[in-house]
Structure formats: C-alpha cells, structure tokens
C-alpha cells in the first residue's frame, strides 16, 4: 500500500512569491492533516480536512495560508505571499475513517516538503 | 507552559540498556495519545498507540495515567538502531488536533 506522498520534496522562493505544496493522502484515509516545523521548534498543527471539508483549520497562523482538498482526495497548501518566517519543513498526514477506539487517530505522515524562503 | 512537555534529553546509553521517557500533557480532556519516533531529517513515524491499560509492542511498553496526565515510553535491550527523537503527541477536540512535544533526543552507543 502506497504511503503519504508530498510534493515538491524541497522548495526554495523567494519573499514575496506563491508556492503551493502538494499532499496524496493513503487510499481511502478521510482525514487529512498539515503540520508545519520550523527551525528548532516542535511541530505544529495547521489544520485538518475530513473528506473534502475543513474540520480544524485553528492552527494556520494567517490569511497567506490556503489550504483545499477538491474532491476530498489529494490537498493543496498555498502560501501566498510568502515571508522569511514561512521557512520550515510541511508534513502533510492521513487516518482512517473514523470508527470507534483509538486506531482512527493514529496518522501517517508524509515526507514532507523542505520550503525555504529568501 | 507548553501543552505537551518532554525531556529534550538527549538520552545516552549503551546498547542492551532499559530507557524510559516521560511526557505530561496539560489538557484533561485529552482523547487519543502517541508516541512517534522521528529520524534526522525524516517525517514522524507512528511508534505505538497508548492506553490507560497499557500496552506493549515487543521491546517497548507504553503507560498512560490520565490522572496525572502523564504518559510514559520503555525501551528494553536497546538497540543501535533506536537511536533517534522520541515525539509524545497528544489528540484532543475529539481526538484529532494532534499536539506534539518537542521531542526527546536517544543516542544508543555499542
């Protein structure tokens, strides 16, 4: 069984420019998740998607950030402008549907993707 | 205070030795509760669940005591190959916003 899959593995851009990063969840996983690490900090919850629609977005930090997920399938996080401090690593995660007990939270993460901004 | 506390360590021992890591958490109404395992440079890996009656997968044992909010990870006969950041994470709002330590660095040495 094919696992998370990102897309692009690392981004470099410059302030001010558009990047739009890319998650595959695993097949038949509702729930889908963007994390975000930066330098030397712990990770951090962006938001979560069940399906197509957004279930948490409390942890995206401002209006830059635009995540979707057309057809509840694969998700896109757009940042737009970007800033210095958009630097980080993003993981994009899945789970299963949700069922009773605790294996329908546990998630598998993606690689992530390294997005470095100049 | 951060929602979920770890030791960053790092935690040295010696291969064959027994480790154990601690992790409190602030949020009672907490829901779901994990340790991942991350590698430099790698996305978290999802280690085992934990529940109030604890659970073990072979050389690791998991313990969660709600009422401490606290969670603990055992690492018997280490191996070379655990050598790596141990994640506490915790879910709440019905589970599924996931908070994580920092993480607790682990050096196993031959």
């Known amino acids: 069984e094919a696992g998370v899959t990102q897309f692009p593995s690392h981004s470099v851009i410059e302030k001010g420019q558009t990047v739009t990063l890319r998650c595959d969840p695993i097949s038949g996983h509702d729930n889908l998740y963007w994390y975000r690490r930066v330098m030397g900090k712990e990770i951090k919850f962006l938001l979560h998607f069940v399906k197509e629609s957004k279930q948490d977005e409390s942890g995206m930090p401002n209006n830059r950030f635009l995540a979707e997920r057309t057809g509840g399938t694969y998700s896109t996080l757009k940042v737009q402008p970007a800033e210095l401090e958009d630097s980080g690593v993003y993981f994009c995660?899945?789970?299963?549907?949700?069922?009773?007990?605790?294996?329908?939270?546990?998630?598998?993460f993606g690689p992530g993707t390294r997005l470095t901004v100049t | 205070r951060k929602e979920v506390e770890q030791d960053p360590g790092p935690f040295n021992v010696p291969e064959g030795a027994t480790v154990a890591f601690n992790c409190t958490y602030s949020n009672s109404a907490s829901q779901s509760f994990f340790w991942y395992r991350q590698d430099c440079r790698k996305e978290p890996k999802l280690l085992m669940s934990?529940?109030?009656s604890g659970n073990e997968d072979g050389r690791f044992t998991a313990q969660l005591n709600r009422a401490s909010q606290y969670i603990s990870l055992l690492i018997r006969d280490s191996k070379l190959s655990d050598s790596a950041t141990y994640l506490c994470v915790v879910g709440n709002t019905g589970g599924f916003k996931t908070i994580f330590g920092a993480g607790t660095r682990l050096f196993v040495k031959a």
């Open positions: 934990v529940y109030s």
């Open positions: 995660a899945s789970s299963p549907p949700r069922r009773g007990g605790s294996s329908s939270y546990e998630q598998y």
